[in-house]
């Protein structure tokens, strides 16, 4: 097992509220990132972090903010969940080391519905 | 931004014949990696190709780096039943955060 937990794995939430979903790594990578899935479209960037308190946007990052206040936690907020943010959310984490084989590590997923 | 266009988009083949797919970006990329998602789990990496025209394998799966550094393939020999699932390529710029690039998917259905 590679070391990183997305919580939670389902939620249903209502249009105009606010959703938090954590990725958490047990294996101190530096690079963190989170992804949404949709169909036709692959796996679509949305934020990504370099260290703890360093983010940056991603291709689909309106709606959407970060925040990593320490090496192990990534969180991923919609301050006012829509409709179109209805997807299966994914965090990846990838270490500095180039032996890595640049290959990201993906978590399993947080199913979200917003209706 | 950039885009990697992945065909087939789905396939339906027979237990035991071979596949093939293949994604094309307008950019070039340092690295192409390949995918595979099973049902309600995340992409589990395959295969990575880190220079152009490398030729790699693992099992029975066949991967090569374009020569022009904005393709890939990917060939599955003698189909199983566990290959089914979505395959994805992705590319990556080795700068900066090293951000992946994903194609649309190719979902692998097999009839036993």
């Known amino acids: 097992d590679a070391g990183i937990t997305q919580s939670p794995r389902h939620k249903v939430t209502e249009t105009g509220t606010p959703v938090t979903l954590r990725c958490h790594q047990t294996e101190n990578h530096r690079y963190m990132y989170w992804y949404r899935q949709d169909p036709g479209h692959g796996l679509r960037l949305i934020h990504y972090?370099?260290?703890?308190?360093?983010?940056d946007k991603g291709e689909v990052s309106d709606g959407y903010s970060v925040s990593r206040s320490k090496t192990e936690d990534f969180l991923l907020t919609l301050e006012s969940a829509t409709s179109s943010q209805t997807s299966v959310y994914f965090c990846?984490?990838?270490?500095?080391?180039?032996?890595?084989?640049?290959?990201?590590?993906f978590g399993s997923g947080t199913r979200l519905t917003v209706v | 931004g950039q885009q990697l266009n992945q065909s087939p988009q789905s396939m339906f083949i027979q237990e035991g014949e071979d596949v093939s797919m293949n994604c094309t970006s307008s950019s070039i990329f340092n690295t192409w990696l390949w995918y595979k998602q099973d049902p309600g789990e995340g992409p589990v990496l395959l295969i990575a190709l880190y220079k152009a025209g490398e030729l790699t394998s693992n099992g029975r799966l066949t991967a090569q780096f374009g020569i022009t550094r904005k393709d890939s393939f990917l060939n599955i020999s003698a189909s199983i039943p566990s290959d089914v699932g979505i395959y994805f390529c992705a590319g990556l710029l080795i700068q900066g955060a090293q951000k992946l690039v994903f194609g649309q998917g190719t979902r692998l259905t097999i009839n036993p």
């Open positions: 990846a984490i990838r270490g500095a080391d180039r032996r890595a084989n640049y290959g990201y590590t």
């Open positions: 972090s370099y260290g703890v308190k360093d983010t």
